[in-house]
């Protein structure tokens, strides 16, 4: 299963920055259960057959991946303040947590 390395040291590659911006992708065959390999191999016709017109953005292996990687546990609940009411400390940090999730 491929797996995207984002600025890894590697035996054949040195960098004074610790290869910081690299990225390269990493074929592993012994990875993954059936069903995550066989999404992954969806995902990459996918890719493969619009490549020229998807945008980077789209590549639906690293979203797969970094999802699998860094879950959210939860999803917070939107604030809603009305013109009257004081801004607090608490609504800023639930605001912008959602922020950073989106």
Do not use: C
């Amino acid at each position: 299963m491929w797996k995207l390395k984002i600025a890894g040291d590697g035996e054949w590659v040195s960098s004074g920055n610790g290869n910081v911006g690299r990225q390269e992708w990493v074929f592993n065959p012994t990875a993954g259960t059936p069903e995550e390999k066989a999404a992954v191999e969806k995902a990459r016709r996918e890719f493969k057959n619009n490549r020229f017109n998807a945008k980077q953005s789209a590549d639906l292996l690293m979203r797969m991946q970094l999802t699998k990687e860094n879950p959210i546990e939860e999803i917070l609940e939107a604030v809603k303040l009305k013109e009257s009411e004081e801004i607090t400390e608490e609504a800023i940090s639930t605001t912008l947590r959602r922020a950073s999730h989106y």
